[in-house]
């Protein structure tokens, strides 16, 4: 799965650990999750989401291999 997320953190100048505090996990769960080592569960993409005021998709995209 490929993910955005270190582009939509850049976009709000917002640390690993900024995130991490706000959604409720460690830094290495964001920084995991950043390198593709480590998927999310629906909620923490939602709630990632909503700190980015995007949708899920804009942040995660299913590739073809994952088909």
């Given at each position: 799965?490929?993910?955005?997320?270190?582009?939509?953190?850049?976009k709000k100048d917002m640390?690993?650990?900024?995130?991490?505090?706000?959604?409720?996990?460690?830094?290495?769960?964001?920084?995991?999750?950043?390198?593709?080592?480590?998927?999310?569960?629906?909620?923490?993409?939602?709630?990632?989401?909503?700190?980015?005021?995007?949708?899920?998709?804009?942040?995660?995209?299913?590739?073809?291999?994952?088909?």
């Amino acid at each position: 799965m490929k993910n955005n997320l270190k582009v939509e953190r850049a976009k709000k100048d917002m640390t690993q650990a900024q995130l991490a505090e706000k959604i409720g996990v460690s830094r290495q769960t964001i920084n995991a999750t950043e390198k593709g080592k480590y998927i999310p569960s629906t909620l923490l993409a939602l709630k990632m989401a909503s700190v980015f005021e995007c949708k899920v998709e804009d942040i995660f995209e299913i590739e073809a291999s994952d088909l």
